[in-house]
């Protein structure tokens, strides 16, 4: 196939087809792709193109000329433009339809085509859900400013409400960016390394209200840091504060340097029922509402006696194991970093809970070494990161064949080919997509399978 003829820069009229996975509309010139930032299915729109590459092209909506009934016009573009609610501009119920939708495309690539997808779990209000903000912090006309990238960019727009956020969250960003700012301190300027304040991180316990707040310098020699300090705890509701060094140019958000300025080491939230103490570096879902519908969906699943010994793979600080345990015999956490599991026996404690034990290493070799040693696994609980299962993983399933598996994911394409891999050992139950991140493309899922 040739490429039309077409630049960067180019301004023509698009009639958009179809949405991407990332929520893009696609047009197609002559069979030649356009991925068109800010519009849907049925609209006509006059775009620029941004990028053209050998196969596909990108574009942004400059005007829609004919809309589609499913288009939402009084939230502002700007979250569609810096990323952060990429989907704002459809409404909501289209948002659910669109994310099972592809969840059904990505069974259907890799041949699970009798696999039952069902409606996506969605939420009463699909904003202000996130417990947790990691705010990028610039020098913009001579202050300190907070706000948001272009998407594609490192441009900083300027924001005070990320739409998304809890709302406290949002007010508390603002509260210590004008104290940084009546101090003098320097926001970061990625061009010339200078500066000094790269990012303001906010965790807010969605139960207990308690706020964790992390500055992320690019140098450890903040004047004032002392009155900064006591200012930012004048909050009750911030029980811990720390600061972060990181002076790598890199879009890894947190150094290896914590120093707590004040306060706790943590904060306490709960889910269903249990308290779980969190720290910086944590796992901890950020959606806290549903969260919990997530995790009683797996426990559903799982149909658990109080007979089973359930392995939790992937097992963080224990909170999906932790809220099993009460239907369990028994409750093995499996986890790679040591820190996670050290917070997972502390939270076993905090809840007095007596039948579980976490241990460090990768899941694979735990269950090789139980089938080496005639130990069996009833339930496994799994929640893998974006990739999905390691193929050594999948031969130590069959290896010792648990009769359940429940499988929480949170990228539906690996779901799909872990599924694929293991359907000649297991029956593959429906498949319910849960939606833990309104506004935005992502996709989180849960299924069961049970053994032949």
Known sequence: ????????????????????????????????????????????????????????????????LKESPDRVNDIDAIYAQTGIAPLSHLKYSKQLEFKQHQVEIDFSKIGLKDVQVNPTLGMESPFNY??????????????????????????????ENFLIQDPKIDAEIIRVRDILRKYNVRGYDETNQKGQIKTIMVRRAYFTGEMMIVLVSRTPDISHYKDIAKEILANKDVKSLFLNINSRNTNVILGQKMTLLGGKKYIDDKILGHTYRISPRSFYQVNPVQTQNLYQLAIDKAELTGKEEVVDAYSGIGTIGLSLANKAKHVTGIEVIEDAVKDADKNAKLNDIKNTDFVVGKTEDVLNEWAKNDMSCDVLMVDPPRKGLASSLIDSIKNIQPEKMVYISCNPA???????????????????????????????????????
Not at 144 to 149: A, D, K, M, P, R
Not at 415 to 439: H, Q
């Open 414 to 452: 690996t779901l799909a080919r872990d599924l694929s891999l293991l359907e000649d050992a297991y029956e593959i139950g429906d498949v319910t997509p849960v939606d833990m991140f309104p506004m935005t493309n992502h996709i989180e899922c849960v299924v069961a399978l049970t053994k032949k």
């Open 1 to 64: 196939m040739e490429k039309p003829n077409l630049k960067k820069n180019q301004e023509l009229e698009l009639d958009i087809q179809d949405l991407s996975y990332e929520g893009k509309g696609v047009a197609k010139v002559d069979d030649f792709t356009l991925f068109v930032d800010n519009a849907l299915p049925g609209e006509t729109v006059k775009a620029v193109i941004t990028r053209i590459n050998k196969n596909f092209g990108f574009a942004r909506t400059l005007k829609v």
């Open 130 to 159: 996130r417990n947790k903000a990691q705010v990028p912090v610039r020098q913009v006309k001579g202050q300190l400013t907070t706000g948001f990238y272009r998407r594609r960019s490192h441009d900083l727009v300027p924001m």
